[in-house]
């Protein structure tokens, strides 16, 4: 059982706006930066969004993070068929002394 | 190019052992904690391990704590990961992975299969 705790599905149709929950305690996102994975199927996770709403280079500004208290989302805009995936939020928790993830969810395009 | 690449999985029996390792390349393997996270098949992700860049703090999840040992060599590049008592729960994908100054994982290796099975 995951720490952080996400919808394990999400969908819309091309050009909708899609919004990923993470919800954890005090101990992970309430205290610390909240990051998020996308994997593609059958590849490995990237990097999508750092300290809770930075994007890497190369990630366009249609996905964007948040977080407040011990909650985070990230959000998808303007939805194309390449954003289907599975996407994960992480965090480090200070009580576990490990990083967390949440159970993963899975994107698709309609 | 920021490169890791895992090697080592197999298929071992329950209550084997298993080394894998990844080897880094195209940054300062040094200057970096690094990380290993697992993926059971049709699961997420969960973390395993994390070792300090000078390779003397090790840190562990509970379901591996005692069994697994993280370590690696900086005049080689590499990683590893001793999977020693391994059950048929350890079954995963194993990525290995850099962690930034800022503390998130970038990048993620290719990961490398382990199955435990009879």
């Known amino acids: 059982q995951s720490v952080l705790t996400q919808p394990p599905s999400a969908s819309g149709t091309p050009g909708q706006r899609v919004t990923i929950s993470c919800s954890g305690s005090?101990?992970?996102?309430?205290?610390?930066?909240v990051n998020w994975y996308q994997q593609l199927p059958g590849t490995a996770p990237k990097l999508l969004i750092y300290n809770n709403n930075q994007r890497p280079s190369g990630v366009p500004d249609r996905l964007s993070g948040s977080k407040s208290g011990t909650s985070a989302s990230l959000a998808i805009s303007g939805l194309q068929s390449e954003d289907e995936a599975d996407y994960y939020c992480?965090?480090?928790?200070?009580?576990?002394?490990?990083?967390?993830f949440g159970s993963g969810t899975e994107v698709t395009v309609l | 190019e920021v490169q890791l690449v895992e090697s080592g999985g197999g298929l071992v029996q329950p209550g084997g052992s298993l080394r894998l390792s990844c080897a880094a390349s195209g940054f300062t393997f040094i200057s970096n904690w690094m990380h290993w996270v697992r993926q059971a098949p049709g699961k997420g992700l969960v973390w395993v391990s994390r070792i300090k860049s000078d390779g003397r703090t090790t840190v562990y999840a509970d379901s591996v704590k005692g069994r697994f040992t993280i370590s690696r060599d900086n005049a080689y590049n590499t990683l590893y990961l001793q999977m020693n008592s391994l059950r048929a729960e350890d079954t995963a994908v194993y990525y290995c992975?850099?962690?930034?100054?800022?503390?998130?994982?970038?990048?993620w290796g290719q990961g490398t299969l382990v199955t435990v099975s009879s």
């Open positions: 005090r101990s992970n996102i309430g205290s610390n930066a």
């Open positions: 992975a850099r962690e930034t100054t800022g503390g998130w994982l970038d990048p």
């Open positions: 992480a965090a480090w928790d200070d009580s576990l002394s490990g990083h967390v």
